[in-house]
């Protein structure tokens, strides 16, 4: 006997078997081995490519006090996390104290006091709001980590850049929550990350980068700096810079070995000589180690240009 065909709406997403009642789908077609059982009443499209919030719906349309949370709302987020979660695809997800966890394959449950404020909804899907997972985050994540997250959050770009972007959320919804949530497991980590976060660094590279050379003692290089040409048009963009002594960090990602890029690096380097600056590139070496080489890069150049330790 030919299947019959889905409701358009439950092939394009994760659903419960309450979707499908509604949409008058027999529970029969539900067990079909076109549909994958991944959970108790929860079914996904096989052979469906599905991310993001489409894969993950269902699991809090099943139970309407769930939430997504931790590691879980961090990726709908687009919030940037350490390689060694790559492999962890587990459905995080917070139910209020009173309630149990949920008892499901592939689900870490969480009983979190969660404020209205901190609940939000993404494509109709219920998460923890983006400065509530990063207070979250903090007691997963090492202090570096939890920084470069937060720094994605806060990253915002003006008008004068090629890509202007606004920020997710502020330095102070990020202390807000931390001051409202006093003995949650990972807090100190917060605090001491809340210091550290900066507005305008657009990866975990740039941060472990600002983060070394402040560490070692070194003038912390200023983010969301625009250099102009002489005639005050925006020419450069630096991951980070230091005006005083006019020399510009530039990192390179894997993104930099296209020919396009290193075509684009010759030009901005060109630039960037034009304008009496020097630029310092920056690989993913470099960041490696107790002593990462960008320390030394960063002290060399700070000193040919006049700099002196106090």
């Given at each position: 006997?030919?299947?019959?065909?889905?409701?358009?709406?439950?092939?394009?997403?994760?659903?419960?078997?309450?979707?499908?009642?509604?949409?008058?789908?027999?529970?029969?077609?539900?067990?079909?081995?076109?549909?994958?059982?991944?959970?108790?009443?929860?079914?996904?499209p096989d052979g469906v490519p599905l991310r993001g919030p489409d894969a993950v719906a269902a699991y809090t349309e099943v139970n309407?006090?769930?939430?997504?949370?931790?590691?879980?709302?961090?990726?709908?987020?687009?919030?940037?996390?350490?390689?060694?979660?790559?492999?962890?695809?587990?459905?995080?997800?917070?139910?209020?104290?009173?309630?149990?966890?949920p008892r499901r394959v592939n689900v870490v449950g969480h009983r979190l006091a969660l404020a209205d404020t901190e609940i939000w909804?993404?494509?109709?899907?219920?998460?923890?709001?983006?400065?509530?997972?990063?207070?979250?985050?903090?007691?997963?994540?090492?202090?570096?980590?939890?920084?470069?997250?937060?720094?994605?959050?806060?990253?915002?770009?003006?008008?004068?850049?090629?890509?202007?972007?606004?920020?997710?959320?502020?330095?102070?919804?990020?202390?807000?929550?931390?001051?409202?949530?006093?003995?949650?497991?990972?807090?100190?980590?917060?605090?001491?990350?809340?210091?550290?976060?900066?507005?305008?660094?657009?990866?975990?590279?740039?941060?472990?980068?600002?983060?070394?050379?402040?560490?070692?003692?070194?003038?912390?290089?200023?983010?969301?700096?625009?250099?102009?040409?002489?005639?005050?048009?925006?020419?450069?963009?630096?991951?980070?810079?230091?005006?005083?002594?006019?020399?510009?960090?530039?990192?390179?990602?894997?993104?930099?070995?296209?020919?396009?890029?290193?075509?684009?690096?010759?030009?901005?380097?060109?630039?960037?000589?034009?304008?009496?600056?020097?630029?310092?590139?920056?690989?993913?070496?470099?960041?490696?180690?107790?002593?990462?080489?960008?320390?030394?890069?960063?002290?060399?150049?700070?000193?040919?240009?006049?700099?002196?330790?106090?």
């Amino acid at each position: 006997m030919r299947r019959s065909e889905l409701p358009q709406h439950l092939l394009r997403r994760s659903f419960t078997t309450k979707s499908s009642d509604a949409a008058g789908v027999p529970r029969v077609r539900t067990r079909a081995k076109d549909l994958i059982r991944v959970s108790r009443d929860i079914r996904v499209p096989d052979g469906v490519p599905l991310r993001g919030p489409d894969a993950v719906a269902a699991y809090t349309e099943v139970n309407p006090v769930h939430v997504l949370s931790h590691l879980s709302a961090a990726r709908l987020w687009g919030i940037p996390l350490p390689p060694r979660q790559d492999g962890d695809w587990r459905i995080h997800l917070a139910g209020p104290p009173t309630a149990g966890n949920p008892r499901r394959v592939n689900v870490v449950g969480h009983r979190l006091a969660l404020a209205d404020t901190e609940i939000w909804e993404f494509d109709g899907v219920r998460l923890t709001s983006a400065a509530r997972t990063w207070l979250d985050l903090a007691a997963c994540l090492s202090l570096e980590e939890l920084v470069a997250a937060g720094d994605y959050l806060l990253c915002c770009h003006g008008p004068e850049f090629p890509v202007p972007r606004l920020a997710i959320c502020s330095i102070g919804d990020l202390a807000r929550m931390v001051a409202r949530h006093p003995g949650l497991r990972g807090l100190r980590n917060a605090r001491a990350a809340l210091d550290l976060v900066r507005v305008g660094s657009d990866s975990p590279p740039e941060t472990f980068m600002r983060l070394a050379v402040v560490a070692a003692g070194l003038p912390e290089p200023e983010l969301n700096v625009v250099v102009k040409d002489q005639y005050g048009r925006p020419v450069l963009w630096p991951d980070g810079a230091y005006r005083q002594y006019r020399f510009s960090l530039q990192y390179d990602g894997n993104h930099h070995n296209g020919p396009e890029q290193y075509q684009s690096d010759i030009r901005r380097l060109e630039t960037t000589m034009s304008l009496g600056w020097q630029e310092i590139r920056i690989a993913r070496d470099d960041l490696r180690g107790e002593r990462p080489a960008v320390v030394r890069k960063v002290a060399a150049a700070l000193r040919a240009r006049g700099w002196k330790p106090q």
